[in-house]
């Protein structure tokens, strides 16, 4: 069975501070996709990133970067320079090799505070 | 915009009555999803479809069913509906059937009211 545990159910800080959430997982498949949705308030879930089991660089995107190790089953996720706007709440999700649905861990309830 | 539409944005509606949720994927997405999220049991996979077939199955209770459409857009039938059977349901669409090179788009989602 594959699990995915978001730790942390809620971070709050302030504006402009650095922030990482953090994401663990566990699967048997040698091959596996990792995923970060974003759900503001609003209620849509927001694609930011997919990374597969097979590619361990890390990944920056603006604010944003994902740091994979597969030594220690981790995916997280680190918003650099926090803004008001980055409030939300943050899913860390795995797919197997063989299946297609996701599974998704908790979520980190994340509070910029301005 | 995900380019992903989910019909109604909401609906109230009693035990045990039959509801039916629409979805229509992104253009040129062959592959739908449906998914279940409450405060109880968190975001749950319920079912894939592939261009007109079933796919995968999640944690689908019997009451529900689902169908995929010659036009690609989805249904999701929830009867005998519980209380326990509020939620927001998503639909997603993703190009390829395993997505192993896509990536899955959400709905805004439908939020179920049972009373």
């Known amino acids: 069975a594959q699990k995915v545990t978001q730790a942390q159910t809620e971070i709050s800080v302030v504006e402009k501070e650095d922030v990482t959430l953090d994401c663990v997982y566990e699967t048997r498949d040698t091959t596996y996709y990792l995923f970060w949705y974003k759900q503001p308030p609003s209620g849509e879930l927001v694609f930011l990133i997919r990374r597969n089991s097979f590619d361990e660089q890390n990944e920056i995107s603006g604010r944003y970067s994902w740091n994979f190790q597969k030594s220690t089953s981790s995916f997280n996720f680190t918003i650099t320079a926090s803004q008001v706007v980055d409030s939300a709440v943050y899913f860390c999700?795995?797919?197997?090799?063989?299946?297609?649905?996701?599974?998704f861990g908790k979520g980190t309830h994340l509070i910029i505070q301005p | 915009d995900s380019g992903v539409t989910q019909t109604p944005k909401h609906l109230i509606t009693a035990t045990g009555q039959r509801v039916t949720l629409r979805c229509s994927p992104r253009s040129g997405d062959l592959s739908v999803y449906w998914y279940q999220q409450s405060l109880d049991q968190g975001l749950q996979f319920l079912i894939q479809y592939y261009n007109g077939e079933e796919r995968a199955k999640g944690n689908i209770l019997e009451r529900f069913s689902a169908q995929q459409f010659p036009d690609l857009h989805s249904e999701l039938n929830l009867s005998s509906l519980e209380l326990g059977d509020s939620a927001l349901y998503f639909c997603?669409?993703?190009?390829?059937?395993?997505?192993?090179?896509?990536?899955?788009?959400f709905g805004p989602g439908t939020r179920l009211t049972v009373t």
């Open positions: 997603a669409s993703s190009a390829h059937p395993r997505g192993s090179v896509s990536e899955q788009y």
């Open positions: 999700a795995l797919r197997g090799g063989g299946a297609d649905g996701l599974t």
